[in-house]
């Protein structure tokens, strides 16, 4: 009987795989999740200096390296551990992908090996984890480094659907404590804040602001329906959906709100 407590308690200690449809609900999650806070500056870190990122030839072109770039250590499993000690319970992991996929849009081996080093540590502390696309709808023009814009004639359907199925299959199995968000702030072809054209001379173009919520709502679809298609626990993850920018649309100092 003592060897069957142990055995218990010893398997206890290691995230068993839930079924999808022992899945908690996300109103759940919120509430399971607690405080959060975000591992920046980090996996999303990208911007090679002295390379042209305009280049058509650079998707891809950074390596491993990139996650220190921006000034900050590499992660660690105790890193995430201390906040676990601390009383967070939910860890976002952005994450920039252009730099790491090729022209084709498949995500290198070793990039996505080590993303998936990172959401074992969290998920290894008992703590929720938020995987996003992030810097890849980056506030500029250029079609590599903001290849992810609010705007329709610009819907980049393919990589974008192949993007989230390469991510989708690499965790299908993962339990709840892993969420998926479709994409950070993406902006339209002003790099609106606020809401779409809010940066355009006469600070609202309908037309336009159209297109970019068409966008939104078509991104949208395709990460549900792309993550929804790889089965196993993918089809009930909690998945995250941001609106235009990720702004809340709340207040009255402009009607446009609403929008």
């Given at each position: ?30 509430a ?24 058509s ?18 992660t ?6 201390m ?81 989230w ?6 965790f ?32 609202y173009?309908?037309?336009?602001a ?30 995250v ?8 649309g ?10």
């Open positions: 009987m003592r060897k069957f407590i142990w055995l218990v308690l010893f398997l206890g200690a290691f995230q068993l795989p839930v079924s999808a449809a022992d899945f908690e609900t996300a109103t759940q999650a919120v399971n999740m607690k405080v959060g806070w975000n591992l920046g500056n980090t996996l999303d870190a990208h911007g090679e200096k002295g390379k042209d990122v305009s280049s030839s650079y998707w891809g072109q950074e390596g491993l390296e990139s996650e220190v770039r921006w000034g900050q250590p590499k660690t499993y105790s890193l995430l551990k906040y676990r000690d601390a009383g967070f319970g939910a860890i976002r992991v952005p994450v920039t992908w252009y730099n790491h996929m090729d022209a084709s849009g498949k995500v290198d081996a070793a990039w996505m090996a080590r993303v998936k080093e990172v959401v074992d540590y969290v998920v290894g502390n008992g703590l929720y984890c938020i995987l996003n696309v992030h810097h890849d709808t980056g506030a500029d023009s250029n079609s590599h480094t903001s290849w992810l814009k609010a705007d329709i004639t610009y819907y980049n359907r393919q990589r974008f659907e192949y993007l199925k390469q991510i989708a299959e690499t299908m199995d993962y339990n709840e404590h892993l969420l998926f968000e479709s994409y950070n702030e993406m902006l339209d072809t002003y790099s609106s804040w606020c809401f779409a054209t809010f940066a355009s001379p006469q600070k173009d309908a037309t336009v159209a297109s970019a919520y068409q966008a939104i709502n078509s991104y949208a679809q395709s990460f549900v329906n792309t993550v929804r298609a790889t089965g196993g626990n993918n089809a009930q993850r909690n998945l959906v941001n609106t235009y920018g990720a702004c809340s709340e207040g009255t100092w402009n009607e446009h709100l609403a929008d």
